[in-house]
């Protein structure tokens, strides 16, 4: 098979996989040899952090899979084209399309063709050549293969700047029921290690500062939302776990995407509205100091889909409102909706040094459109609503879009964690 063909497949095979990350790592050539770098601002699929737009080549290694996941389009029954790369064919394509300035790096994962330390080592292979023969110094994501040993696994962190092992489903039932091959203990033992891997080399730089570093962007996970009935409470419990227990740097929500008709699997696709309220209230989790729980408090078992998650708990909590912008603490800040962690800091830093006008505020990135209804400036509300008028308020202020989510599923029990 021609390399161009196999580079439609192989990158066709991989978009369902949205654990693509930032990178937040840096890394740089040795000796000034070699090709490409990373920078802390990360790259990504789409946008960094910074706002810039780039690219990863985003491939498996291998379409063939022994596995037979309901919910995976290169599942072991799905009639499809099959084909595997070489290692010298994926290093040639990601220095070429480097040197073209279509990537800055390169995701690979891959189907388990055979033994998971088999599967592992040839991917390893592939970032093994890029780094110590080509000096290729540009990101690096890959995918940890569940089952394979330690030692492989430490291997890829000395090579990758980010591994990430997806748990796919939220709970052991419906991993048993939608892929009974995988094993929701191999799954969480690998990213156990690697989040130890991660302490242990930050234990030892310490100390030496010689010490390999080992997956200096951590790890990622991805979750597919609406391929099994779990509710929303239970995704986000689940992810809360994640990154509490294993270090981990971003957890993914991926709707699913109906491919092959299947009695186990829901006809249609859950709406996208779904998959964003998940990623709204994941960002809540990871920078504003909410919990799984009092986001879901309000809500119940499953997210609004009229209103974003952070102006449904202020909602349910107006008690804590009005915040007054020249006394409020960073955390009462962060709970404004319409507030975010940047605007928060240049309030704080403005009341050190100046004098905070009203007109100054969208300037530092408040949304006041959602954010007056909640503060007060020298004891005056921004914009005085009795409180069972403001959720028709902040409803008009964000027309909705996009089609209802589905209602709650049935509870499942959640995975336990060895």
Not at 374 to 387: D, E, I
Request: net charge positive; charged share 25%; aromatic share 8%.
């Amino acid at each position: 098979m021609e390399l161009a063909e196999k580079l439609e497949l192989l990158a066709a095979g991989a978009r369902y996989d949205a654990s693509c990350a930032s990178s937040g790592s840096a890394r740089t050539p040795g000796r000034g040899r070699g090709i490409g770098q990373t920078v802390p601002a990360g790259v990504c699929h789409s946008f960094t952090g910074d706002g810039r737009c780039v690219s990863l080549l985003k491939v498996l290694y291998s379409n063939v899979c022994r596995l037979d996941c309901a919910y995976c389009p290169n599942r072991a029954s799905n009639d499809i084209r099959r084909c595997t790369f070489e290692p010298e064919e994926l290093v040639r394509l990601t220095l070429s399309f480097y040197r073209r300035n279509y990537i800055e790096g390169l995701f690979l994962s891959s189907g388990v063709f055979a033994d998971p330390d088999i599967v592992m080592e040839r991917i390893i292979e592939v970032a093994r050549i890029l780094r110590e023969r080509e000096g290729f110094g540009g990101y690096i994501h890959l995918k940890a293969i569940p089952g394979c040993g330690d030692r492989i696994l430490r291997r890829a962190g000395l090579y990758a700047d980010r591994l990430s092992a997806n748990i796919e489903l939220p709970t052991t039932a419906s991993l048993k029921r939608l892929a009974p091959e995988k094993s929701g203990t191999e799954i969480l033992t690998a990213m156990r290690f690697i989040g130890e891997a991660e302490a242990e080399e930050r234990e030892d730089r310490r100390r030496f500062a010689s010490t390999p570093r080992f997956a200096p962007a951590g790890q990622s996970t991805q979750i597919v939302v609406g391929a099994s009935p779990e509710d929303d409470r239970t995704i986000l419990g689940l992810a809360e776990s994640l990154y509490a227990r294993f270090r981990m740097r971003r957890v993914y929500y991926s709707a699913f995407v109906p491919v092959r008709p299947d009695p186990r699997l829901p006809r249609v696709a859950p709406p996208l509205l779904r998959e964003h309220r998940l990623y709204q209230a994941d960002w809540l989790l990871r920078f504003y100091g909410f919990r799984a729980s009092e986001i879901l408090e309000a809500a119940g078992p499953s997210l609004a889909e009229d209103i974003d998650p952070k102006s449904a708990w202020a909602l349910a909590h107006l008690e804590f409102f009005p915040v007054e912008l020249l006394s409020a603490a960073p955390s009462e800040l962060l709970r404004v909706p319409g507030l975010g962690a940047n605007s928060a800091r240049r309030i704080v830093e403005t009341r050190r040094c100046g004098v905070l006008r009203e007109e100054d505020l969208s300037r530092m990135g408040i949304v006041m459109k959602r954010a007056r209804y909640f503060l007060t400036l020298r004891g005056r509300r921004l914009a005085p609503v009795p409180p069972p008028a403001l959720l028709r308020h902040l409803l008009a202020e964000r027309p909705f879009c996009g089609a209802a989510a589905q209602g709650p599923g049935a509870g499942q029990l959640e995975f336990s964690f060895p």
